[in-house]
């Protein structure tokens, strides 16, 4: 049998390899120190499961959902509201997703037709590059370097590449590379926007986890933004609820109208008792989520001084859960660094290069176990003098 060509766009599946890996050290009485996938470890607070728990009690939230609830739209609506004081959001600029990856996806398809152009980070979260690709269009990777503090930097892109981008893909804070958007920043992408007629996707999964300064925001807190773009609202991290799969695309309406329509060809709509559970993450109490941050802060701190008491250039991490490294030394294959550090350290992070070309030379650490385990890690990682 012959299958798609399709997927020749696509490698192994990183995670599992290294999942496969680990499992082979601990069958082998090995300790072994888990930073590669950035699934939270903090427990999902009761309010929310308490909400799943009762709607699943019901018999008619078992029929087909087929659309979102109108409580959970003006769910959506009003968090902008509380959270980013962003007043002019309606249940037209709102819809559901079973989680970003799979937003991005129908967006990504809705927006561009094959042979199209689409301006992708380099380094990326790897479905912002798959998404492109299962829409047939074809990535531009624009780096996201040390030198612009691994953050977008529009003049470099091609006014010739520019004109013919369907649309652009800004993930701030970013994974893997762990920068803010500053003010600045975002202006510029605006403006670039409309210059040559690009739409963003604005993926703000990391916005309640931002360290060193103001608090997180959202793409539509600058002028403009709401022109040129749409926006992921993601719960996942922010609420413990990664498994539940609590995404929203909001923005522009004609972009949410044609990404529902696209969407709807293949999908009967999100299960009532998730869209209850959203309902409480979203009205529910902040002040876990700021105790969670600082949590992760102190996670942070502990991993970046760790590594540069033992030698490491001091990585970049001003949000997400993540924390971008330089590997030290000379060396420059993150996959063979990655495989070495894990046989002699029993430490697990991911290859900057599964994450884009530019990507060499980095490794990406996740930061989901406590400042002691964190220590004992990095302590690890010292004795086995790479």
Not at 8 to 16: I, M, N, W
Not at 252 to 280: H, N, P, W, Y
Not at 287 to 303: C, K, S
Not at 340 to 353: A, D, F, N, R, W
């Amino acid at each position: 049998m012959q299958f798609s060509k399709r997927l020749d766009l696509f490698g192994d599946e990183v995670f599992a390899s290294l999942n496969q890996k680990r499992r082979d050290l601990e069958a082998q009485g090995r300790t072994v120190y888990d930073l590669s996938v950035g699934t939270p470890d903090f427990d999902t607070p009761d309010y929310i499961k308490l909400a799943l728990i009762k709607s699943a009690t019901e018999d008619a939230n078992y029929k087909y959902s087929l659309h979102d609830k109108d409580e959970l739209l003006q769910a959506v609506c009003d968090y902008y509201q509380r959270r980013y004081d962003v007043d002019f959001v309606t249940p037209d600029m709102v819809m559901s997703c079973r989680g970003t990856q799979e937003g991005m996806r129908y967006v990504c398809s809705a927006l561009a037709d094959p042979g199209d152009i689409a301006l992708v980070p380099d380094p990326c979260y790897p479905v912002f590059k798959a998404g492109t690709l299962m829409a047939g269009a074809t990535p531009y990777f624009y780096p996201l370097a040390a030198e612009h503090d691994f953050l977008p930097y529009v003049a470099d892109i091609p006014d010739d590449v520019a004109d013919k981008a369907k649309y652009m893909i800004v993930s701030l804070p970013a994974n893997p590379v762990g920068s803010v958007g500053t003010p600045e920043v975002y202006q510029e992408i605006i403006a670039f926007a409309k210059k040559h007629d690009i739409v963003i996707i604005h993926d703000n999964a990391y916005s309640d986890v931002v360290f060193d300064g103001p608090r997180g925001g959202s793409f539509f807190d600058y002028p403009g933004a709401l022109d040129v773009g749409v926006e992921f609202l993601s719960l996942s991290k922010s609420f413990d609820v990664t498994g539940v799969r609590l995404s929203f695309l909001v923005g522009r309406s004609d972009i949410v109208a044609a990404t529902r329509k696209l969407r709807g060809q293949v999908d009967f709509g999100m299960f009532f008792a998730e869209q209850d559970c959203a309902i409480a993450c979203l009205t529910g109490p902040l002040d876990g989520v700021e105790r969670q941050r600082l949590a992760y802060q102190e996670r942070r701190d502990a991993l970046c001084d760790g590594l540069e008491s033992i030698g490491w250039e001091r990585p970049n991490c001003h949000g997400t859960l993540f924390v971008w490294a330089k590997i030290p030394g000379d060396r420059t294959d993150s996959v063979a660094f990655t495989l070495e550090l894990m046989e002699k350290s029993g430490v697990i992070v991911t290859p900057g290069s599964s994450f884009g070309p530019h990507g060499e030379g980095y490794v990406r650490f996740a930061l989901v176990m406590p400042p002691e385990r964190i220590r004992e890690a990095v302590a690890a990682i010292a004795a086995a003098d790479l």
